[in-house]
Nanobody, 121 residues
Framework: QVQLVESGGGSVQPGESIKLSCTAS????????MYWYRQAPGKERERVSS???????TYANSVKGRFTISRDNAKNTLYLQMNSLKSEDTAVYYC???????????????WGQGTQVTVSS
């Protein structure tokens, strides 16, 4: 059974930093693309960042230059370093990964339970 468990969320002031972690179990880490999504109150879930098995990264325009996604395959852990945080970054942050079926990465995703990040003065 695949499990993705996020940690590292909390409350910070604008301009501060926070690093999220997502540890996977029951999953061949590094086999498929992995993602960070977020969902703010009253808004739809949006993709924040992704990283391919080869290490290619993508970022939403709203976080480009401030957030950095990385992965440590040896530790089965995905990270999101968030710097220069703004109040609009307040959301529940979710880790996700494409499902691996045989040798193929499917479009459907495994999801973590989410971790709250609150940016407020």
């Amino acid at each position: 059974q695949v499990q993705l468990v996020e940690s590292g969320g909390g409350s910070v002031q604008p301009g501060e930093s926070i690093k999220l972690s997502c540890t996977a179990s029951g999953y061949i880490f590094g086999s498929c693309r992995m993602y960070w999504y977020r969902q703010a109150p009253g808004k739809e879930r949006e993709r924040v960042s992704s990283i391919s098995p080869a290490g290619t990264t993508t970022y939403a325009n709203s976080v480009k230059g401030r957030f950095t996604i990385s992965r440590d395959n040896a530790k089965n852990t995905l990270y999101l370093q968030m710097n220069s945080l703004k109040s609009e970054d307040t959301a529940v942050y979710y880790c996700a990964a494409n499902q691996l079926v045989g040798y193929f990465c499917e479009a459907s995703l495994y999801w973590g339970q989410g971790t709250q990040v609150t940016v407020s003065s």
